[in-house]
């Protein structure tokens, strides 16, 4: 099953691409998570993407395309994958599209994540994200285990630096610019589905799983 998350930064994505590649035994690749531990390695590549991620920009299509061209071509992505943060321009959709028809496969399906702005804000500032795996928690509605320690791994959690408030209305901006003209790319493909996100996150696995299972 070779699966897109779509939605606006803090929609979820992370959070039920994470559900859907453990009960599929798929790889979840995020290009956010990619960038985040290129950075922690200290590469020119994360430190290139760090300086358009702190300021709630995207980092440019030819640092992010052949990243996940070559990562899907990886002997564990041949049973399918999810990609989470990938596309996210017109150009990286098409970029897929492409590469995938050379090896004749399509996208199965496009999951777009739907929340509104309103409730993006007061999520991301609750937001915290594991500095080992990178599994996301949020205080109110998705507590860890131990304050402050991943459940996962045992690592600490943070608050990322892109989640300040003005770093998030940048991202929502640049979200409504450029990347949610997907929405309407993946209709036209027949693929799309679309989740309320609002729902608990409980309740957005089960739709998820349902559309996956149909
Ligand atoms: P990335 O890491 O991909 O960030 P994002 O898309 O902005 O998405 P987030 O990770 O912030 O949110 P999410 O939707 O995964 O939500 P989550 O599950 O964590 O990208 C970061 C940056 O990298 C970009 O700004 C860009 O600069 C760069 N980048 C990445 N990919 C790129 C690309 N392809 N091209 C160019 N640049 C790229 O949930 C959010 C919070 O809400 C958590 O606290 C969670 O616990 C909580 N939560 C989840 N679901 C619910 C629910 N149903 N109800 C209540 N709370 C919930």
Redesign the pocket.
């Known amino acids: 099953m070779k699966i897109i998350m779509l939605?606006a930064?803090?929609?979820?994505?992370?959070?039920?691409a994470k559900k859907i590649a453990d009960a599929y035994h798929i790889p979840h690749i995020?290009?956010?998570?990619i960038?985040r531990a290129n950075l922690k390695e200290g590469t020119e590549l994360g430190l290139k993407?760090k300086e358009?991620?702190d300021r709630?920009?995207?980092?440019p299509?030819e640092l992010?395309c052949d990243l996940v061209m070559d990562r899907i071509q990886k002997d564990d992505a041949k049973e399918g994958f999810v990609l989470?943060?990938?596309?996210?321009?017109i150009p990286?959709a098409e970029a897929l599209t492409e590469a995938l028809k050379k090896i004749g496969q399509v996208m199965d399906i496009a999951i777009n994540?739907d929340v509104p702005d309103e409730n993006i804000i007061e999520?991301?500032g609750?937001?915290?994200a594991c500095v080992g795996c990178g599994a996301?928690?949020?205080i109110v509605?998705?507590p860890p285990k131990t304050e402050g320690k991943c459940d996962r791994c045992g690592a600490d959690l943070i608050l990322r630096d892109?989640d300040k408030p003005e770093t998030v209305k940048k991202?929502l901006e640049v979200y409504h610019a450029q990347t949610q003209p997907l929405i309407d790319y993946y209709e036209k493909q027949g693929i799309l589905k679309t989740v309320d996100?609002?729902?608990?996150?409980a309740d957005?696995e089960a739709d998820i799983f349902g559309l996956l299972k149909a």
Do not use: I, N, W
């Open positions: 939605g930064p803090g929609a979820g994505k992370g959070t039920q995020s290009t956010g998570d960038f993407a358009y991620m709630g920009e995207l980092v299509d992010t989470d943060g990938f596309p996210r321009t990286q994540v999520r991301m609750g937001r915290r996301t928690y949020h509605t998705v892109d991202r996100g609002t729902k608990a996150p957005v």
